[in-house]
């Protein structure tokens, strides 16, 4: 089992950056998928980005590429979503996700992860 706990949220101009980590317990850390998600009120969670166990595979969500990196430091047991050229209709709840893999794959779908973490909130003003 691995808990999951987000970071680096807040508020910032349009065209800004934020960075936002996912620390995750385990010692097995690095034989999760992880992806990040946001969700705003009332709505299902929406895929933004996804990594593989090893890092070597990525994945975004078409509105975001280019503009998101997503990374992870299995050292650290940490994954981190680098956010830059932010727009306001980037505003929503961050949530890391993991589910431990026998493969190099990316998950895409919300209901492919096991563990959730409570989410970071990101606001971009005009």
């Known amino acids: ?7 680096g949220g807040g508020l910032v101009q349009a065209g800004g950056s934020l960075r936002l980590s996912c620390a995750a317990s385990g010692r097995t850390f690095s034989t999760y ?4 998600f946001r969700q705003a009120p ?5 895929f933004v980005a996804a990594i593989s166990r090893s890092g070597g595979n990525t994945a975004y969500e078409d509105i975001v590429k280019g503009r998101f990196t997503i990374s992870r430091d299995n050292a650290k047991n940490m994954v981190y979503l680098q956010m830059d050229s ?25 209901s492919g992860y096991d563990y ?11």
Do not use: F, M
Request: net charge negative; hydrophobic share 40%.
């Open 116 to 126: 959730w973490g409570q989410g970071t909130q990101v606001s971009v003003s005009p």
């Open 1 to 7: 089992q691995v808990k999951l706990v987000e970071s």
């Open 86 to 110: 932010l727009k306001p209709e980037d505003t929503d709840v961050y949530l890391c996700a993991a589910r431990a893999t026998w493969s190099n794959i990316v998950l895409i779908t919300a």
């Open 33 to 36: 998928t992880v992806g990040w």
């Open 42 to 46: 009332g709505k299902e969670h929406e």
